[in-house]
Structures are given as structure tokens and as C-alpha cells.
């Protein structure tokens, strides 16, 4: 269970360049539940994901994951409970090194890594098997730079690698939005699979309302650092592409007027 | 022939030089300016140890973990302070160079009267050699002396080249290849990028300070100049050795990177019986790594313009 306190963060505060991303944001994610952020550009969702990850430190709020305050901890200390696939299919992977030795650095996520030979025959077959599980022929090139391979194919090894060994939650970062539609419903169809096999707690941020509606059992809608509705249960089964459009349409018309008259005739847009 | 073998010898010392540069460079890709002030404190250290009588292998030892303990102190000013690359190598050479000469007492310590560690080998040779004080290398007498360096200096370079073998394919040296890739996806993996440049750092320098130990015994004294220019040295044999093998695993890597600088000394050593002006060297040496950084981006313009060549040839 994933649960987020009240977070806020200011980038570059007090310089023109400032940015409110996240002001005041709560949710909680029950365990085993799959969610999806949606917004439009800058509004916080892929903000959100990088402060679980930890690649920046809030300036107000907790994160609490199972229970522990993860709040202050490093990105690497928490990739312990944390897996992740990021939106550049490049991001997640090392590319000069093999699909082999890529694999056995997530077969060791948050473990001690001692001075044992990192890929042998036992973890060759290991990792060769569910390697062809991906049915992309990616078991007879363990060996080849994974840079060798096309976007698709590192992304459905980065989803492998963040859910080799169980995370407490798996982040996706708009994970098919640089990929080509073919490959695009591929890893979307593979992280719908793996996330209903192991029963995992997963948030995908996504561009696509499409993506939305399919896949997860709840939408958390964000604008301008804020979320401004939550789709879940037997709403969330209801929701169809037209609804969101309405809404996203409703809270942009909202910045047609300033803040404080936002606030004040919100009511009426309700 | 005592050129030839003082080349591959010579060779197989820096080769040490040119792996811990292939960490540093090339692993966790960090430029590393630090090495011309390391290579020195491991001469220093050795020089100090040894003109105090101390036994030959723990000099070295010493001389190495100095080696590490100045890498570590590069990675920190780095990670931790948030100083540049470039700049955090500068300082600890800039203060190395105080260092050294601290240790030494003076900028340069004679070693001709003391034990070292090619003394083991020299016996073995001289068994092997009988009477006489030479050995005869394909036709040529040689000096007992020279083979014996020649050999300890082998022993040594090939040990150390299977040690970083096998380390760099385990677990943790995996991670730490993984780090110098892609610093993200370490991250992501659970393993601290910050703490991978610091132990790489160390590791890295470890191995030329050992060089240093080894460079003095060899040419029998250790003075504070004697590492400037080395890291254009160390880049241009890892360039020689990446043209040699291309990148093909971590064996052939370490293969090409010793190859490369045994072949950089030969080359060198033809150079000066050429007659090559000694003090233009530096300046060869900076040119050729010059034109070997921007061989590729050259050959590609080259290849393109033949190309046109070619349309035009067709219309």
C-alpha cells in the first residue's frame, strides 16, 4: 500500500523560472490495485511518479510505502521496493552491456552484490527462460548489447527487469509513449499481464486516454499540481474517452479565470 | 634486442597504468586527471620504502593502497562536494605533487643498491642462464637483469589482468559497469552511483600507483616529474588497444588495452632511435591522441565524400 501525504514541491523557487509542480498532493493506493495518472503537459503527474522514486526531495508532505516512511531515503536505497520503467526506452537499460548482465543487475535489486560471477550457468538458464516467456526471440542474443536492440524490445526487458523480483510498486512512467503503436500495444498487453500475475501495486502515468480507460482499475486526474478527480470503482468501470475529454475540458476552462475566481465559481462547472 | 625487451617491459608496466585508466576512462567514465600525481605517489612511496630497507612486496602493497586512498579522495571530492570531473582530478594532482615530494624529502631518491621485486625472478633466470651474467634471447646476448625485469614484470601485469577480469564480470563489478553506462538505471537497480565512482576511483588508481612502484624499481630511481604526461600516455594506448580489439567483452578489452600500450612503447622506442628529439615526445604523443579522437567523426566525412564521388562518377 502506497500512500501519499499532503506533497508539495517548488521548483526553483523564488526566481522567474519558478514552478508550483505539486501543491498538496494525496492519495493512497490499496494493495495489489493498478492506477493511472492522467493530466495534461505539466501537470505534476510525472512529478508525482519521480517522488516516489525519490529523484528529488519534496518540500512538504511524506511518502509512506508498507508502512515505511521512504520519504527522506535516496533513489538507490529505495529501489529496494520500487520498480520502474521509464518513458526513453534507453533510460532503463545499459546499452553496452549484454541482456545477460542487464538482467543480473535487477536480479540483485536492493541486495548485497558480492564477488560470485555475476551471469553463470544457473543464472544463464534462469534468466533464458523467462526471457523467452516475452516470445520476442530475445533468448538466443542473452549475450549481445542490449543497445543492439529496438525500443520495444528494452522496454518489455525494462518491465521484466523492474518485476524480477517482486516490487512493492511498480512505477511506469508514460512507458509506450516513445514507442511504435506495434510495439506500443505489445508492452502495454506484457505490463497488463505481469501486473495481474504477480498481483502487483502498480502507477502508470500516461498520455493516452485510450491507455487509461483499458488498462487500470483507477484514473487520478491532474492539473497544475492538484488532482482534480479520482475515477475509481464502479465510476472508474463507467468511464468512457468522452468523460475524461469533459473534464479535462472543464478544469482547463477554469484557468481561463484567475485563481481565487476559479475557486469562486467552481461550483457552477460541477 | 635490449631495446626490444626494455620496450616490453617497459610496456607491461604501463600496461598496469592503462588498465586502471580502462576503470577510470573507459568503466565508470570519469576523466580522471589525477593519474599523472598518482603514478608518482606510488614511485614515491616505493622509493621511500625501499631506500629505508623495507622488503620489496610490501612497498609495493603500500605504495598501492596510497594509490587507492588518493583515487577514493578524487571520487569524494566529486560525489560528495559537487566538484567537476575535471577539477577534482586537478586539485588532488596539484596537491599530490606537494605530497610526493613530502614523502621523498626531495624531488628525486636513487634506487640502485636495494632489493626488489625482480630479484626473485633475476634468480630464477640465473639458474637458468649458468655462468656468464647473459642470456641469450634469439641470438642475442641479453643481461640477467634486464629478463629478470622483464619476466616479474610479466608475472605481475598478467596477474592483474585476470584479478580485473574476474572482477569485473562478478556481481559487484558488473554494478559498477552498469554505473559508468547508465548512471540512471543503477540507480534504478538499487546500486549507488555515487559509491561506484569512489571505489572505481580508488580501484582505478590502485593499479597506477602500482605501475609507479614498478616504473621505479625499474628504471631505478623515482623523481617528482616523472608523471606529467603519463595520462595522455595511458589514453593513447587504450585508444591503440580499442583500434586493436573494438569492444568485444572484458577479456579482449583488457587483452587490447595491454597490447596497445606495449605497442605504443615500441613505437616510441623506434621513434627515439630515429632519432625523435626526447623532449618532443609529449607533444607527439598529444598530437596522436588528437588525431585518433577525431579519427572517427574524419573517417565518416571522408566516407561521405567519396560517396559523392561516386554519385557524381554515376551521373
Excluded at chain 2, 212 to 230: E, W
Amino acid at each position: 500500500m502506497l500512500e501519499v501525504k499532503n506533497l508539495s514541491k517548488t521548483f526553483s523557487p523564488g526566481t522567474v523560472n519558478e514552478v508550483r509542480a505539486l501543491q498538496g498532493v494525496d492519495f493512497t493506493l490499496a494493495e495489489g490495485g493498478f492506477s493511472a495518472i492522467i493530466g495534461t503537459n505539466g501537470s505534476g503527474k510525472s512529478t508525482v511518479l519521480n517522488a516516489i522514486a525519490g529523484t528529488f526531495q519534496p518540500d512538504e508532505g511524506r511518502i509512506i510505502l508498507d508502512g515505511i516512511d521512504i520519504t527522506r531515503w535516496p533513489e538507490f536505497k529505495r529501489a529496494a521496493l520500487i520498480g520502474r520503467v521509464f518513458q526513453n526506452p534507453f533510460a532503463g537499460t545499459a546499452a553496452e552491456m549484454s541482456i545477460a548482465e542487464n538482467i543480473v543487475m535487477a536480479m540483485k535489486r536492493g541486495r548485497r552484490r558480492g564477488l560470485g560471477w555475476a551471469v553463470d550457468r544457473n543464472t544463464r538458464e534462469e534468466i533464458g527462460a523467462r526471457v523467452r516467456a516475452l516470445k520476442m526471440g530475445l533468448e538466443d542474443r542473452l549475450d549481445n548489447p542490449i543497445g543492439t536492440l529496438s525500443g520495444g524490445q528494452r522496454q518489455a526487458l525494462t518491465l521484466l527487469m523492474a518485476t524480477w523480483l517482486r516490487p512493492r510498486i511498480l512505477l511506469l512512467d508514460e512507458h509506450t509513449a516513445a514507442l511504435d503503436p506495434k510495439s506500443a500495444a505489445k508492452v502495454a498487453e506484457l505490463t497488463s499481464e505481469i501486473i495481474a500475475r504477480d498481483k502487483l501495486t502498480a502507477l502508470m502515468v500516461t498520455h493516452s486516454m485510450q491507455q487509461a480507460v483499458a488498462m487500470p482499475e483507477r484514473i487520478i486526474m491532474m492539473h497544475r499540481g492538484k488532482i482534480v478527480e479520482d475515477y475509481h470503482g464502479e465510476m472508474k468501470r463507467r468511464v468512457r474517452i468522452p468523460d475524461l475529454v469533459e473534464t479535462f475540458n472543464r478544469v482547463t476552462k477554469r484557468d481561463l479565470f484567475s485563481e481565487s475566481a476559479a475557486v469562486m465559481l467552481m461550483g457552477q462547472y460541477r | 634486442m635490449s631495446l626490444v625487451l626494455g620496450a616490453f617491459t617497459m610496456g607491461l608496466i604501463l600496461a598496469l597504468l592503462s588498465l586502471g585508466m580502462l576503470i577510470s576512462f573507459r568503466m565508470i567514465r570519469f576523466t580522471d586527471i589525477s593519474v599523472d600525481g598518482t603514478i608518482t605517489l606510488g614511485s614515491s612511496v616505493t622509493a621511500v620504502c625501499l631506500a629505508s630497507g623495507m622488503d620489496p612486496w610490501p612497498a609495493v602493497l603500500l605504495a598501492t593502497a596510497a594509490g587507492c586512498a588518493a583515487g577514493a579522495v578524487t571520487g569524494i571530492l566529486h560525489t560528495r562536494f559537487h566538484i567537476q570531473e575535471l577539477l577534482s582530478g586537478i586539485l588532488v594532482m596539484t596537491a599530490l605533487y606537494s605530497i610526493n615530494l613530502r614523502i621523498m624529502g626531495r624531488s628525486n631518491i636513487p634506487l640502485l643498491d636495494v632489493p626488489k621485486v625482480a630479484d626473485g625472478a633475476e634468480g630464477l633466470v640465473a639458474i637458468l642462464a649458468g655462468a656468464g651474467g647473459k642470456i641469450d634471447l634469439l641470438g642475442w646476448p641479453v643481461p640477467i637483469a634486464d629478463v629478470a625485469a622483464f619476466v616479474s614484470s610479466l608475472l605481475i601485469c598478467v596477474a592483474s589482468a585476470l584479478l580485473l577480469r574476474y572482477f569485473l564480470l562478478t556481481h559487484l563489478g558488473t554494478a559498477l559497469r552498469a554505473a559508468g553506462n547508465n548512471p540512471q538505471m543503477a540507480r534504478a537497480q538499487g546500486f549507488n552511483h555515487q559509491a561506484a565512482v569512489v571505489f572505481g576511483l580508488a580501484l582505478a588508481n590502485g593499479l597506477v600507483a602500482l605501475a609507479g612502484s614498478l616504473l621505479a624499481q625499474y628504471q631505478g630511481f623515482s623523481d617528482v616529474q616523472m608523471g606529467i604526461g603519463m595520462m595522455v600516455w595511458g589514453l593513447a594506448s587504450i585508444i591503440i588497444g580499442e583500434a586493436l580489439v573494438r569492444h568485444n567483452g572484458i577479456g579482449l578489452m583488457i587483452c587490447g588495452t595491454i597490447l596497445g600500450t606495449i605497442l605504443f612503447r615500441l613505437l616510441i622506442a623506434i621513434a627515439l632511435r630515429w632519432g625523435l628529439n626526447p623532449n618532443d615526445l609529449k607533444l607527439v604523443t598529444a598530437v596522436f591522441v588528437f588525431l585518433a579522437l577525431i579519427a572517427p567523426a574524419l573517417g565518416g566525412r571522408i566516407k561521405a565524400r567519396l560517396r559523392q564521388g561516386d554519385s557524381h562518377a554515376g551521373s
